[in-house]
């Protein structure tokens, strides 16, 4: 049996005191603080440059959306107005109520009094005469008619009328569209 008085234990100096080298042996179990630091700053240096990486492609991904937005808006309502306006029953004034630049009223093959007009920021589409006007997109911040006769010189009258030109602009956010089409009325 030993005795408790001569017990030596390895490390310590004389005096009772602890050498620094005696805190971490390649046999103890756990970390130093100054290891726990280095991982604390090394983990938040790569945490930093994955919230950079992921916020811009948060950013990109909104940005596409706002584009996508504006094309889908603004390529229905010119679709819808083409397909529509091919409709138009005669080149009569009797059948082409409306030709100016920003409304365009006219009589469809089946009888209707339709219409199409830039209200505000929202390009509307009107199917009883002008009572109820229904929108087709928002954001819109131009609608444009040109009236056209079959060798390409502006039309005055509905008699000579051939071709509408549409043009549409559609805004949101910073992006901005414009959307062009000419449609032929099947009955001239």
Do not use: C
Not at 34 to 45: G, K, N, Q
Not at 123 to 147: G, I, K
Not at 164 to 179: F, H, N
Request: aromatic content about 8%.
């Amino acid at each position: 049996m030993r005795n408790n008085s001569t017990l030596r234990i390895p490390g310590l100096m004389s005096g009772g005191k602890i050498p620094h080298f005696a805190f971490r042996t390649p046999h103890s179990k756990g970390f130093t603080l100054v290891e726990i630091i280095i991982t604390i700053v090394i983990v938040a240096i790569i945490a930093g440059i994955a919230a950079m990486i992921i916020a811009q492609g948060v950013r990109g991904y909104s940005a596409e959306q706002s584009r996508s937005d504006v094309h889908y808006q603004a390529r229905l309502a010119v679709e819808r107005m083409a397909r529509e306006i091919r409709l138009v029953r005669s080149q009569t004034a009797a059948d082409i109520t409306t030709m100016n630049p920003t409304l365009f009223q006219y009589t469809d093959i089946m009888g209707n009094q339709m219409g199409f007009r830039l209200n505000g920021n929202n390009v509307e589409r009107t199917q009883d005469n002008a009572v109820t006007w229904q929108a087709l997109a928002s954001n819109a911040t131009a609608l444009t008619f040109t009236y056209l006769q079959q060798d390409g010189v502006t039309a005055a009258a509905a008699t000579n009328l051939w071709y509408v030109v549409i043009d549409v602009t559609d805004t949101q956010g910073a992006e901005t569209l414009e959307i062009r089409t000419s449609v032929h009325p099947m009955n001239f």
